[in-house]
């Protein structure tokens, strides 16, 4: 690939420097599991986030299992979720016992459709756990007025939106807690797998802190039937550097995303990420769709132009969610999805000549098409 999807050496030659000196910091420390580097990050991604507490654990998944967990939703319990999100949402749910009732997304902006959620409230229904889908913030004031009219829990999947904000108050700071991923590839990542939970509710950070360490406050003194998921010293070190950086690597991506949105305008049969009245993502993907995707993709992969698709099986068409017995055509807009989207090389190393060469290669592929079918 000349223009991969995304380069994860490029980042460790921009914070070398830093990131190396994190490692000895550690390395000298001797100290390798929770501990002083572990608390330094949750203070300054919790001040970050603009919330209370921050409970750092192993990664993205089981932040949103153990915010389930810590408010007791369980069997008998159902959780509205998105029908197209990554699988993981919907796994948290599995895990801690509960229903999923997946909502289809506004076909615009990819993320829950509001007016859709009210008819899917039961009076089994406990929480509604929003997906800022590829970065862009749900429209989180009308999810909160519904989750207040029917007293529901509003969790957000914010895996993808570091940095990102809506009316300006920033994605994870809307719900009663949010979910974090910081999977390498995410917007702020680790170099491994580690994952936070932030909140106001100090009961609710307390229950997690517990859960993730074995369900003990003192070591060896067990309360609750816990269980390990907890952020590596070496990661916090790393974490911390990257957090500094976090800003400016967001500006870098929305930098990009102008990029493709100017020289997409004219291309008619290319639709481009539409975005909400008061949204400022994190462009952690950008995303296009095509009818004709699957050849778009490999008229790319021909130039060397790695792209990606997000995500190609909806989760209650994969294998893992047959159970639930929904066939092809239950969610159609989630489907269609599946079939037309494409994520485009997006990241903050991506060089604006990169980005130029992937945008000719898309009005070479629609010129192309166009002659074909006439
Ligand atoms: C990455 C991601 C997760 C899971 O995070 P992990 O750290 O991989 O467990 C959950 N939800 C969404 C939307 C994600 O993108």
Redesign the pocket.
């Known amino acids: 690939m000349k223009i991969p999807f995304l380069d994860l050496k490029v980042p460790y030659k921009e914070l070398k420097e830093e990131l190396d000196s994190a490692y000895a910091r550690v390395m000298e420390a001797g100290w390798f599991v929770l501990g002083e580097e572990v608390d330094a990050f949750e203070q300054e991604f919790s001040s970050y986030c603009g919330a209370k507490y921050c409970v750092s654990l192993g990664?993205?998944?089981d932040a949103?299992h153990l915010i389930l967990k810590a408010y007791n939703i369980g069997a008998g319990d159902e959780v509205i979720v998105p029908a197209n999100?990554?699988i993981?949402?919907w796994l948290a749910i599995s895990y801690a016992g509960a229903a999923v009732i997946p909502v289809e997304p506004d076909v615009h902006t990819f993320n829950l459709d509001p007016r859709r959620v009210e008819s899917a409230i039961t009076e089994r229904t406990r929480a509604i756990m929003p997906?800022h889908l590829y970065g862009q913030p749900a429209k989180m004031d009308s999810i909160l007025e519904i989750a207040h009219k029917y007293h529901l829990m509003v969790i957000e999947?914010a895996?993808?939106a570091h940095g990102a904000h809506f009316q300006s108050k920033p994605a994870g700071a809307w719900g009663d807690a949010a979910a974090w991923?910081f999977?390498p590839g995410?917007n702020l990542g680790a170099l491994g797998?580690a994952?936070a939970v932030t909140t106001d509710d100090s009961g609710l950070a307390e229950r997690i802190r517990m859960l993730r360490n074995y369900g003990s406050r003192v070591k060896y003194y067990n309360e609750i039937k816990g269980y390990n998921s907890r952020l590596d010293s070496l990661q916090a070190a790393f974490l911390r550097v990257k957090l500094r950086h976090l800003d400016d690597w967001n500006r870098r991506r929305k930098a990009i995303a102008q990029q493709y949105l100017d020289g997409l305008m004219d291309l008619s049969d290319i639709i481009a990420p539409v975005l909400l009245d008061g949204v400022d993502p994190s462009w952690h993907l950008f995303v296009i769709r095509h009818a004709q995707r699957d050849a778009l993709q490999k008229h790319l992969e021909r130039a060397g132009i790695g792209t990606l698709i997000h995500y190609p099986v909806p989760p209650h068409l994969s294998e893992a969610y047959s159970d639930l017995g929904k066939r092809a055509g239950a969610y159609p807009i989630t489907e269609e999805m599946a079939r037309t989207v494409l994520s485009l090389p997006m990241g903050p190393h991506l060089a604006q000549e990169s980005v130029e060469i992937v945008i000719n290669e898309l009005k070479g592929f629609v010129a192309t098409n166009l002659s074909c079918s006439s």
Do not use: C, E, H, R
């Open positions: 990664n993205g998944l949103l999100t990554y993981a949402t997906v999947d895996a993808q991923s999977y995410k797998d994952g």
